[in-house]
């Protein structure tokens, strides 16, 4: 690994850049790559505030820098482009807005709220969202980090993290409500702008997740010309991690194809 940079597979296989969620780093993505890398290389940066990556700048629109920077890994050649969560609207937006240097795009549950219909499932994330708000306010961040562990982990409780595990995350809070201009309100303008994307795009989610990601999902589809859907059986929102042979596998699928020129035909995903 170089600074703040994971890598495998060889330099001349075809490229796919890796966005992980927030809360982790570009590794987070090693289980799922490993298994890839036998016809990929892979590149995962470590992200805005996570890792290695730069220190978020808390004067500017958190979207805008994690993009900016993002884009700052993508190859000479058109990228095979995957994003998770939060990682997942940058690629997507990247997709938006670089569209003649992506060759496809892989998107795992992305928490674009703003795609959402109002309703009980996406008020529930908001509430959540406005419970957290008061706490990092008055720095109770370990808190904040149990709550939002709660809904958007793996099932993992915040006290039994280790100690050093459980202090980074903590101090990572202030990512969330900054994050949310861009996810609540499409502060970006992602939604209007859907039909520049013009790779094949692959939409991923776990069946334990919550219901708004399916929301979500429906309505990137609607927008999206060229577009399939997959969903990893008994897994939540941290399959990449929890279920990385399935989402590898799937995604790998995608992937050949996507390479191969073949075209929405031929994905059985």
Known sequence: ???????????????VLLLHCTLAHGGAWKRVARRLSDRFRLIAPDMVGHGQG???????DFHDQTTEHAAGFL??????LAGHSFGATVALRMAIEAPERV???????????????????????????????????????R?????????????????????AEAARMAAQM????????????????????????????????????PPVIGQILDTLEAGLADVRRAKVEGAGHMAPISHAQEVAAVIGEFLDTATQGAGKRAFSG
């Open 54 to 60: 730069p220190p978020g700048d808390r004067t500017r």
């Open 1 to 15: 690994m170089s600074e703040g940079l994971h890598l495998w597979g060889a330099d001349d296989a075809p490229p």
């Open 174 to 209: 202030w990512m969330i409500p900054a994050q949310r201009i861009a996810l609540h309100e499409d502060s970006a303008a992602l939604l209007p702008r859907l039909d520049q994307v013009r790779c094949p795009v692959l939409l991923m989610e776990g069946a334990t997740s």
């Open 143 to 163: 808190g904040a980090a149990r709550l939002f562990l709660s809904v958007w982990g793996s099932g993992e409780e915040f006290d039994a993290l280790p100690k």
């Open 75 to 80: 190859p000479a050649v058109p990228v095979h």
């Open 103 to 141: 060759a496809s795009l892989t998107l795992f549950e992305p928490v674009l709220f703003a795609a959402a219909p109002d309703g009980p499932e996406k008020r529930a994330n908001a509430e959540t969202l406005a419970r957290m708000a008061p706490m990092i306010a008055a720095d109770d961040e």
